[in-house]
């Protein structure tokens, strides 16, 4: 089953492989335009500049996203569109991947290259900061001191963020809940309270987590 999830590309890396003595080295960055993909493939083939082959993939855009590829002297077929595909595949949009190629002697054949190639890019993504998409609400919530323990206990069970608390004549909570889990997350917070907190709905956010750590996108 095709994974729908959304991701993005939060922090870029890179990554290498070697096959039959042949180094193959993934460099990933995120972009925002085509003119920015194509800055990062020519500063990439400056920097490599002895390699034989600089072989890249982009997509640029969410809904309707602008791709393009290159084999750069390879057989065509084996290296920019399977690298593409690997992107694709992870649903990833705005990001650029450049795959150095240092030839090592042996020959690998088509399907070796295109295993290569796509290794390379998945070892790159490995080394890079890929975070899931996701909507939610950031809520501030107020409750009396009493019920704190609950609360903080109903947050860690459902793996509610907390952005911050502040301790006045009350309690009150900020937090960062996912779209799917609002509605139940309200009743569990009039339940706790016997419907005495003060619920506010601050905004709409998307956000990722990295580790634990919220990321607002």
């Keep these: 089953m095709k994974d729908t999830r959304e991701y993005i590309l939060y922090r870029g890396g890179s990554g290498e492989i070697t096959e039959k003595k042949s180094r193959f080295i993934a460099n990933i960055e995120k972009v925002e335009t085509v003119e920015e993909a194509e800055a990062f493939i020519e500063q990439i083939k400056k920097k490599y500049w002895d390699a034989r082959h600089n072989c890249y993939a982009f997509s640029v855009g ?5 791709s393009r590829c290159s084999d750069d002297g390879e057989p065509s077929g084996t290296a920019g569109k399977p690298m593409l595909e690997i992107l ?4 990833l949009h ?10 090592g002697g042996t020959l690998l054949g088509t399907g070796g290259l295109v295993r290569a190639y796509q290794e390379a890019t998945k070892e790159g993504l490995r080394n890079c900061v890929v975070l899931e998409r996701l909507r939610g609400s950031f809520l501030k919530v107020q409750i009396e001191y009493t019920e704190l323990g609950k609360f903080q206990y109903t947050l860690a069970e459902e793996e509610i963020p907390v952005m911050g608390m502040e301790y006045t004549e009350k309690v009150s909570i900020s937090i960062i809940v996912p779209e799917e889990k609002e509605d139940k997350i309200k009743e569990k917070i009039i339940e706790i309270t016997k419907n005495t907190a003060k619920i506010q709905e601050e905004r709409k956010v998307i956000f990722g987590l ?8």
């Design 88 to 91: 694709t595949a992870h649903n």
């Design 94 to 103: 705005n990001i650029v991947v450049v795959v150095t190629r240092y030839f």
């Design 210 to 217: 990295d580790k634990g750590e919220v990321i607002l996108l």
């Design 62 to 66: 969410n809904n309707m996203p602008k």
